[in-house]
């Protein structure tokens, strides 16, 4: 069955520090591959998908994200983290029947 | 435009009590579906719709029902709650399943507590 992993459940960085959050994947096929952010309170909403070509995906907000079939990793990634970057990342996989990961918290330090 | 409309924010249930948590769509999308979220359980997918007439189960079905007799209109039925439920539930929407892939697009949620 499909699955995520997000081994980081908490993060913190610096204002202005990169970012890069991790997410490791089972899925038996060519996945589908997706990261949503969090705010508190709020709903999820997509930051970036991968579904087939080009391994780098850039996503809103700045974001960016890897697909490495060998290492079964999507991880996402920013260059310079800003204060609204705060907020709850899920990592997923899957498609009609989309599976998300546990979430990593992420904490930003002026 | 409203996308995702999910009604009510909260909800006090006591144990047995039966009720149904509305998820309302503008955007014309063919796919939804119900999702709770516990903490550091992320989001599990309880029920999924592909278009009208059409539903499945996800991860976590048990205690829960769907219909979709409308493209905009997805509710969720629980049918006897349990402490279990307590969580929040997303309902969440897409424009296809073809191969793009989903965009999900999500409302604000359903607290639900049952004592």
């Known amino acids: 069955a499909q699955s995520v992993t997000q081994p980081d459940i908490h993060i913190t960085v610096s204002e202005g520090a990169s970012l890069e959050l991790r997410c490791n994947y089972s899925y038996g096929a060519t996945p589908y591959l997706f990261w949503y952010v969090q705010s508190p309170g709020q709903g999820l909403q997509l930051l970036l998908k991968y579904f087939s070509g080009d391994t780098l995906v850039q996503g809103i907000k700045g974001f960016e994200a890897e697909f490495k079939r060998s290492q079964s990793s999507f991880n996402l990634r920013k260059p310079s983290v800003h204060w609204s970057d705060a907020a709850e990342y899920f990592c997923?996989?899957?498609?009609?029947?989309?599976?998300f990961g546990a979430g990593t918290r992420l904490t930003v330090k002026p | 435009n409203a996308g995702v409309t999910q009604t009510p924010k909260f909800q006090v249930l006591k144990t047995g009590q039966s009720m149904t948590l509305q998820c309302a769509q503008d955007?014309?999308?063919?796919?939804m579906s119900w999702y709770r979220q516990d903490p550091g359980m992320g989001l599990r997918l309880i029920h999924y719709?592909?278009?009208?007439?059409?539903?499945d189960q996800g991860e976590v079905p048990n205690g829960y029902n769907v219909s979709r007799s409308t493209t905009e209109d997805f509710p969720l039925r629980l049918l006897s709650a349990a402490p279990s439920q307590t969580s929040v539930y997303f309902c969440a929407s897409s424009y296809s399943t073809g191969p793009r892939g989903l965009s999900l697009h999500f409302g604000n949620g359903t607290r639900l507590t049952v004592t």
């Open positions: 955007m014309n999308h063919e796919y």
């Open positions: 997923a996989v899957g498609n009609n029947d989309m599976r």
């Open positions: 719709s592909v278009g009208a007439g059409i539903t």
